[in-house]
């Protein structure tokens, strides 16, 4: 126990005492996040208002070296937002106002617990897009999206969180406020700090503000389905399509289980038997967006595909998405615990990838199902197991260290998107070389010399 | 195949956070349990004994509208709000309720008029009463009757029953159509009569014959959502069987409209009520809808506001799906000019004696709904449920606006 009775007191001070929670209901619903086998109980959990009571937490914490553990929404997927070193849960969410929308500099300012669907709901009425789509983000905090770096199927043409951060303002363990950053595109004015702290999973500062770039919403959207009889044509499809000159906002790999369970739950008239399905989206000028459409089909046609389907309306398309994101209803109506993966390789070496994670989950009896986002390399595969069964969860650990070795060696990474967290931390000297993760620990003593922010995180 | 089971299971919650973007309360305290991610956890650490049915665990469970937006949106295709009930049901089992809760459920069940006398003579004490003092609230919620500042319309001294005939019949002018059977609810039978006789003189205007029933009792929602389910279900039985003889059950009030429509889902499989109620269940209808169902062909309104907005109540559009038919009757009535607020859909705050438990979330969900009826401009809401009449009414003079609310029938009597 580290927070006194005392630190109580003054921490009620700063916040007032609605913002401050200690029952044990209370810590126990924020001690964990959106994956399915880490917990940390916090000491209290703290809902600051603005950016000074952040500044004076930190002060105090650091001053008593308590740990602090920054959470939005708590969805992330890597065990990042847990309090694994109890102490404080700094809560974001009630900063949640949206300072600005620039449509002249396309520039847009927000607070961190804004929520991304939020924001983007109000983007939309000025008909401004912002294309990061972590598949969390209906309830995702811009805040954390910054933290973790978030990203999604639009990573394929429109790329991550990073690239769309231009400047924040945060608030340094020792309690400084600082501005990082500008609200220009272009900027060389020393190290590019708001970027350092972009996907630093709440370990080197608190963002308490974020300033980012934003682009003209496309004038035209369209959805094809394309079905394959295996994954490797599927895959091929994909490098033709980019080949051609064709970039798709999003191309999603979707297999052949979470075909026959969305089938299953609500039939949207899907081939069971296709091994693979891979949906697109193109965006743009509507005469390109045809243009795109049709030479997607044909060339989908061309590497194979069995059978290509443009939406024919809204409708259509959204049902098409839909079942997408009900690939991960699917999994968990299937199985008490499942390992959701994270791995990226080179896209040309997708296909051996899916190959060796079939082999993997073959070899450990185990179900691994896998969604991912073609285009980009990154695949989610699902292990299902049951972490009250320690025989089988044990086999879908060992897959996992397998997967991540599989990745590995084709020249790829543990971590597309989801982050390290506590969930990869043990892999990390695997995949990083240990002068790397050095430098990692000195950036860290730099910003945080008491080692207060999220302690235990990404490395062990 | 989803079972009705693994709808109830928190086991499947995969703690996605989507209910988060939806749910009123989370979206006022954001604190996680009140949200239903964060009560599947609570309920998954009290099955493995990390938790115990402590105080706070209770209020977790109580801190939800069951407006069932998440239900909505689940994708894993749970019903939080059913898990919830559940609990609640558990909790109940377990350590029973309060002696307040049992007195007064007790007496909805046996005594209502009784209760309801009292509640009127509870009306007159002052400090008691609607003008700035204690909150009395819909008969059922007396259980969680606390001190606050919600105030009420005086109890009517003439209920609904002594204002209007057995059989109401259609004018004279109009050729009668077929016969219903009425549902007051305990709002309009106690408090808001006059809302009461416009339904009735709608419907008969419409060309049915209207039968005020005798034997009816109060639909049991609230006793319901509290937990008890035995109750509730004792309830039900009696409503089902005093409305046995009639094809229709027509209720102005979106509350009862969702208890009935939904009391075939409050018997336990392989109770011989179950299947009767399955059947009593497709005869009800709310008002709007059973009037555009049968051709509700607009008509002018006496004395009606120039300019209305329509706010949908989460038991009508979320529990029952009626949303298009309210609008479509506004937009056929001569001389009104209807205008579609932001946010129509969106929770006014009551929740039933979430209201008084939760006062200040509860206040937070009503600062939203007033802002867009702010911004509406329109000179009156119009709503399908006497509980957010109530609610819109004392959200109005908090913020000073000046707007009239209207339950629908006001303009198609």
Redesign the interface.
């Known amino acids: 126990m580290t927070i006194t009775k005392d630190i109580i007191k003054r921490l009620n001070k700063i916040l007032g005492d609605k913002s401050v ?1 200690v ?4 810590l ?3 001690s ?3 994956t ?1 086998n880490w917990q940390g109980m916090p000491e209290i959990v703290l ?1 600051p208002t603005d950016i000074k009571q952040i500044s004076e937490v930190l002060a105090l914490a650091n001053e008593n070296s308590i740990p602090v553990t920054v959470r939005g ?3 992330n997927l890597s065990g990042g937002s847990i309090p694994v070193s109890g102490g404080i849960v700094l ?1 974001t ?2 900063m949640n106002r949206i300072i600005e929308i620039d449509a002249v500099n396309f520039t847009a300012t927000v607070e961190a ?1 804004v ?1 991304l ?1 939020d924001f983007n709901m109000e983007l939309a009425k000025q008909n401004l897009f912002f294309p990061p789509d972590p598949q ?1 983000y ?3 905090t811009m805040g954390g999206c910054v933290a973790e770096n978030s990203g999604g199927p639009y990573g394929l043409k429109y790329g991550v969180f990073k690239h769309y951060l231009l400047g924040m303002k945060a608030v340094l363990a020792t309690g400084e406020i600082v501005s990082l950053g500008a609200k220009t595109i272009k900027n060389v004015t020393g190290y590019d700090l708001p970027l350092l702290i972009c996907g630093s999973e709440g370990t080197l500062a608190v963002v308490a503000q974020a300033t980012i770039k934003l682009l003209p919403m496309p004038e035209a959207r369209q959805t094809v389905l394309a079905v394959f009889n295996d994954v490797i044509t599927a895959n091929a499809a994909v490098s033709k399509i980019l080949s051609r000159g064709v970039r798709p906002a999003k191309a999603e790999l979707i297999d052949n289980w979470i075909i026959r369970r969305i089938e ?2 609500a039939p949207l008239g899907l081939p069971v038997d296709a091994e693979a399905i891979l949906l697109f989206e193109l965006d743009g000028a509507v005469e390109t967006v045809s243009m795109e459409a049709a030479k997607v089909v044909e060339l989908c046609f061309n590497a194979g595909a069995t059978d290509v389907r443009e939406a024919k309306d809204k409708k259509e398309a959204d049902n098409f998405w839909t079942a997408r ?2 690939g ?2 699917a ?3 299937n199985a ?1 615990t ?1 390992l959701a993966e994270d791995v990226t390789v080179p896209m040309d070496k997708l296909p051996e990838l899916m190959e060796r994670i079939k082999r993997i989950g073959e070899k450990n009896d185990v179900m691994i199902v896998t969604m991912g986002h073609a285009g980009d390399g990154n695949l989610h595969p699902c292990i299902l197991t049951d972490k009250k069964n320690p025989e089988h969860y044990a086999r879908a650990q060992k897959s996992t260290q397998e997967i991540f070795d599989a990745a590995l060696e084709l020249n790829g990474v543990i971590s597309g998107e989801h982050g390290i967290g506590l969930e990869k931390r043990r892999y990390l000297k695997n995949a990083m070389p240990p002068e790397a993760i050095e430098l990692l620990k000195k950036i860290k003593t730099v910003f945080d010399p008491r080692g207060i922010l999220n302690p235990g995180k990404i490395w062990e | 195949m989803i079972t009705p089971q693994m709808k109830i299971d928190p086991d499947r919650c995969m703690k996605c956070g989507f209910c988060m973007s939806v749910c009123p309360v989370y979206h006022v305290d954001h604190i996680e349990n009140h949200v239903a991610r964060g009560r599947n956890v609570l309920l998954r650490m009290v099955r493995d004994n990390e938790l115990t049915i402590e105080d706070d665990y209770r209020e977790c469970l109580y801190s939800c509208l069951l407006c069932r937006r998440c239900d909505a949106v689940c994708p894993a295709n749970l019903s939080p709000a059913d898990i919830t009930l559940e609990a609640r049901n558990d909790v109940v089992e377990k350590k029973g309720m309060s002696w307040i809760q049992k007195i007064i459920y007790w007496g909805i069940l046996n005594r209502r008029s009784l209760v309801a006398r009292f509640v009127g003579l509870a009306g007159l004490i002052p400090g008691l009463s609607s003008k700035g003092g204690r909150p009395l609230h819909h008969l059922a919620d007396m259980a969680s009757f606390i001190p606050g500042v919600l105030s009420l319309p005086r109890m009517s001294l003439r209920p609904l029953r002594k204002r209007v005939s057995m059989v109401t019949s259609p004018p004279p002018d109009v050729k009668e159509r077929g016969q219903v059977a009425f549902f007051p609810g305990c709002i309009f039978e106690f408090f808001l009569p006059d809302v009461g006789e416009d339904t009735v003189n709608s419907l008969a205007k419409a060309g049915f014959s209207v039968v005020f029933p005798e034997g009816l009792n109060c639909c049991g929602l609230s006793v319901h959502n509290a937990g008890d389910f035995k109750t509730s279900c004792l309830l039900a039985s009696r409503n089902i069987e005093a409305l046995e003889p009639y094809d229709h059950v027509i209720t102005g009030c979106a509350t009862c409209g969702s208890a009935l429509k939904d009391y075939h889902k409050w018997f336990r499989e392989g109770d011989p009520m179950a299947e009767k109620a399955r059947e009593f269940s497709k005869k009800v209808s709310d008002f709007s809808e059973f009037l555009v169902k049968n051709g509700f062909n607009g008509g002018s309104a006496d004395h009606c506001p120039t300019t209305v907005t329509y706010h949908d109540p989460c038991h009508l559009r979320l529990h029952q799906g009626v949303y298009l038919e309210p609008r479509e009757i506004l937009n056929s009535i001569e001389g009104i000019k209807y205008l579609e607020m932001d946010n129509a859909d969106a929770c006014c705050g009551l929740g039933g004696s979430f209201s008084i438990a939760h006062r200040e979330v509860s206040l937070g969900i009503q600062d939203k709904k007033m802002e867009s009826l702010k911004k509406s401009g329109a000179q009156a809401v119009v709503t399908s449920c006497p509980g957010c009449m109530l609610y819109l009414a004392h959200g109005i003079r908090r913020y000073k606006l000046p707007m009239k609310v209207m339950h629908i029938s006001r303009l198609t009597r």
Not at chain 1, 23 to 26: A, L, V
């Open positions: 929670l029952s044990r209901t209370d126990m619903s924020f964990y996040d959106a399915s809902f929404a708590g969805t809560c969410s009630r617990g929520v669907n969390s209906l309830a995702a299953e739950a994101r009900m991960f209803s999994i968990y109506g008490p499942a």
